[in-house]
């Protein structure tokens, strides 16, 4: 079927049962960004490919709401399709429950399927409703219905992340984790997100492209930790391992009459970001629920020393296979024919070599000249571009290893560029030199700094439509909440041991895209009469390209910190690469 065509058959369950719209978000039953094929409703329904955004079908209209990441690739997707691109935060435009409240009139029914439907994202509808006394119905998941070669759930076998790599044992988190329950006053404590329950078990799997974490449940009491998943991903070592730190497992269906079965008079903690509508109503009625923030969530995005050690070194191999990656492309670029796509499998290729690598950890961003300017564009057989010695080459790339999760972007000049290009570049770098330099007083949040990597830009009059920064798992998920550097409220603390990006950009439609992107560590700096000082400790190392730099328009601090920031990349990787290799980068981190 045609998208149009899905919609057709869509609108028609909703009149069957009784719905003037129908809401699809992106998420699955664990409200994951990145999902298996199996819960990519929104993309099956709507044509459209990236990772956040939102369907709002009704019965006669069909809207798309998606972030500033996502606008060019969107129009390009949605293109002969009935669906309107609703571009999310810019002036004018309402939220999608704003408009489903608009469009409907009084007594209306809206539909979504409760399993992926956070506590909060229903109540947040609902709320928008609730004048126009619109109803809800989160009984039924009509995609399913109409979705006849609908992918199964996966099926990969999981396997331990050892201490070595996590630095604490799945007892000693077990133990953090029930200290925490009780200075909340809860008995149980309830966990949907695939990467916190993988971090508390020390467990990783496959479920997931690009994420190594398994599908399954969690629910911890004082004296139990049961592990709900599909007995069959568990093989006899790792059913072994649990066992001796104290976890139970079963079937993962079996979420629900566990949850029934809670005392009627204990309390459950809960996130309602994180938990879907459908588990919260498993729930008995007069149970006490206490609600906050993630406990494993919070405690995972805090790095420990362990950890913080295999990631530095985590990073410098990581960065010797780009470094490897830029020369072959340097000397390859204008004898070879080179594809944004067999750029992207050169890379991959370099980075199998490293020891302790598993895959990816997202799908890389290989874009030339304007295709750049989608910020999330990936490349197919029939839209992807051949290199040229000449213009601006984008790669946004990462990797997952057992030590760590990497994430790092360079654009490369591959040839002459405009006059426009380069002030561009260089803005980019300034904001990036800006934000790496940060010393700030602990209880800051990102959204206090994230002015810092835009102010050079603003000063032009340029904007990216993103945040600047995200935080970073530990062989988990690429983007880790909650740290994040944006313009949008964020009221987490930057404590030290937590890792975010710092990744300004320029992205002009049509012409280019431009990001530079390292990862830091927060760290502390001085501690002065007025408090403790923090900064941030630079990660990846791997030169920027000073042929994309307007030197005229960098300041000598920021000459001296490029100047810096690149003797170290010499010093840290020339170890590692051959003869040619080391010159080549002797020469891309010269001094200026």
Not at 38 to 52: D, L, P, Q, V
Not at 265 to 286: A, H, Q, T
Not at 375 to 394: I, S
Not at 536 to 555: H, K, M, N, Q, R
């Amino acid at each position: 079927m045609k998208v149009n065509e899905k919609l057709q058959a869509l609108r028609k369950l909703m009149k069957e049962r009784g719905m003037d719209a129908y809401v699809i978000p992106s998420f699955d039953a664990h409200q994951s960004e990145y999902v298996p094929e199996h819960w990519k409703s929104r993309a099956w329904i709507s044509g459209f490919t990236g990772s956040a955004g939102t369907v709002v079908v009704t019965l006669d209209e069909a809207g798309l709401w998606t972030d500033g990441r996502y606008f060019i690739q969107a129009e390009k997707e949605l293109k002969g399709t009935e669906i309107k691109l609703f571009k999310m935060r810019q002036p004018g435009v309402p939220t999608y429950s704003e408009w489903v409240s608009g469009v409907l009139k009084e007594g209306n029914c809206v539909g979504f399927d409760g399993k992926v439907f956070s506590c909060n994202q229903a109540k947040e509808l609902e709320g928008k409703l609730k004048d126009k006394n619109i109803k809800t119905d989160d009984r039924y998941d009509l995609v399913d219905i109409i979705w006849e070669d609908r992918p199964e759930l996966p099926l990969e076998k999981i396997y331990m992340h050892e201490v070595k790599y996590a630095g604490k044992s799945t007892k000693e988190k077990l133990h953090i984790v029930r200290e925490e329950m009780k200075r909340k006053g809860a008995e149980y404590y309830l966990l949907s997100s695939l990467d916190d329950i993988a971090w508390l078990f020390n467990i990783r799997g496959n479920d997931v492209n690009n994420n190594p974490v398994t599908i399954s449940y969690a629910l911890v009491s004082m004296k139990e930790a049961i592990f709900f998943i599909d007995s069959r991903k568990i093989t006899d070592e790792v059913r072994h391992f649990l066992k001796e730190n104290g976890v139970e497992v079963k079937e993962y269906e079996e979420i629900e009459n566990s949850l029934k079965n809670i005392e009627k008079s204990s309390s459950v903690f809960y996130d309602p970001n994180k938990i879907s509508r459908w588990l919260y109503g498993c729930m008995p009625e007069s149970t006490k629920k206490v609600q906050g923030k993630d406990i494993c969530m919070l405690l995972k995005t805090i790095k420990n020393e362990v950890e913080i050690e295999n990631l530095r070194k985590c990073h410098i191999k990581d960065n010797v296979a780009m470094v490897k990656f830029l020369y072959w492309l340097d000397k390859n670029v204008d004898s070879e024919q080179i594809t944004e796509i067999s750029a992207t499998d050169k890379l991959e290729d370099f980075r199998r070599q490293q020891e302790n690598f598993i895959d990816t950890s997202f799908d890389t961003i290989a874009a030339y000249k304007d295709h750049a300017a989608m910020m999330h564009y990936k490349a197919t057989e029939k839209n992807q571009y051949t290199l040229k010695p000449e213009g601006m080459f984008l790669v946004d790339s990462g990797g997952q290893y057992l030590d760590g999760t990497t994430d790092i972007t360079r654009t490369m000049i591959l040839g002459e560029i405009t006059d426009e290009e380069k002030r561009d570049f260089t803005y980019v770098l300034k904001g990036h030199i800006a934000l790496c330099r940060a010393k700030f007083l602990h209880g800051v949040t990102g959204t206090n700094l994230d002015v810092l990597a835009r102010l050079p830009l603003w000063e032009q009059g340029i904007d990216y439509k993103c945040g600047t920064g995200h935080g970073v798992g530990f062989l988990l998920s690429v983007h880790e909440a909650p740290q994040r550097f944006s313009i949008e409220h964020n009221d987490t603390r930057l404590e030290k041991g937590m890792v975010i990006t710092n990744e300004p950009g320029v992205y002009k439609e049509g012409k280019h895209g431009i990001r530079t992107e390292n990862t830091l560590l927060v760290v502390e700096d001085q501690l002065t009469d007025s408090g403790q000082f923090m900064k941030f400790e630079v990660l990846a190392y791997c030169p920027i390209d000073l042929d994309g730099v307007d030197i005229s328009l960098l300041t000598e601090v920021e000459r001296e910190w490029l100047n810096n920031y690149h003797k170290d990349v010499y010093e840290k990787l020339s170890p590692y690469l051959n003869d040619e290799e080391r010159e080549w980068l002797k020469r891309e981190t010269r001094e200026i």
